[in-house]
């Protein structure tokens, strides 16, 4: 077939590496590319956050794990790394499910738990290096036969090709008047000191984290629903050094040496799904929230899966 993914986020890329895998004929058109997407801008970890339905969440993250995992292990060049992280809670809850699945799980004993916490467990996951990984699929795509063009689109039905994949994050809230698609505002530092091991709170109300990347740690974060701003903040910059502290009393405000800001695509549900629109066939794959990267294996075999139940 003939599909037309819109996007180059890292859900878009995914996408049309999945297609061109399958055999399908693949054009990618978007807007921005890297690095100017909110993809490039991801911490970036593999953590389900913010994202929902949780259980098809689990799946798709759990499928986008091993890959990242054997890019680890055998692609070099794409730019993740298998990290030790500690997740710390404020309260005992349950385990997360897809904690007997990844590597080395295990609940942290109550002398690895910092103050303010009461309970935690500690895990290794995937880093993604942004800055390596978006180049990096974007020239896997097109060195499989895939092509690019700059565009903005307006109206779905008038998209070429047999079938249109549509993975414009934020744009959907315009593309498909879809207001359910807000900002989670995103604020992050970078610190050219490494922590060790990775430290979270990831719940969105107290979101905490330090993602020890190759270059430099990524120290975060903020998830500030329906912000629209591109600034940086400076007083973010204080909430987020005096809750990593917290966390990481050895950090070192002498070696930050930058920060960015992006605008999470966020959604009460990821929409993934086929619609026909005056007679086109759409799959929609937006609203990955704060774990687009983490989700984006998964969701693309379905995107798949959903356009070979077409033919
Ligand atoms: C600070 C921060 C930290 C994060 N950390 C993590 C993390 O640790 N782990 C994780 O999994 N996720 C993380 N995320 C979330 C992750 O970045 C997003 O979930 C993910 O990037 C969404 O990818 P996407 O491809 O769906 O959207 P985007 O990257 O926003 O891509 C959308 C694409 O669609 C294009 N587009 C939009 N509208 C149109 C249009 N009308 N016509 C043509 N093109 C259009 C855009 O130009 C762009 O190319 C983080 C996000 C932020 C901001």
Partial sequence: MRCTVIGAGVSGLSCAIRLLESGHQVEVVSDKFSPDTVSDVAAAIWYPFLAAPVDKADRWGLETYSELERFAKEVPEAGVTMRDGREYLRQVVDLPTWGSKIAAFRVLESDEIPNGYVFGWEFRAPVIEMPLYMPWLKSKAERMGCTFRQDKIGDLSEVPGDVIVNCVGLGAR???DDEEVIPARGQILFIEQDPGVGHFDQQPETLTY????????????????GDWSLEHRPEDDDLILSKVEALWPDLDRSKI???NVGLRPS???IRLELEEIEGRLVVHNYGHGGAGV???WGCAEDVVSLIEGIQ
């Avoid at 330090?210 to 629903?225: C, E, K, N, Y």
């Fill in 294 to 296: 983490t989700l984006s």
């Fill in 257 to 259: 040496i930058g920060g």
């Fill in 174 to 176: 315009e593309l498909c």
């Fill in 210 to 225: 330090t993602i020890p990347r190759s270059d430099v740690t990524v120290l975060g974060g903020t998830a500030q629903v």
């Fill in 267 to 269: 959604r009460s549900e």
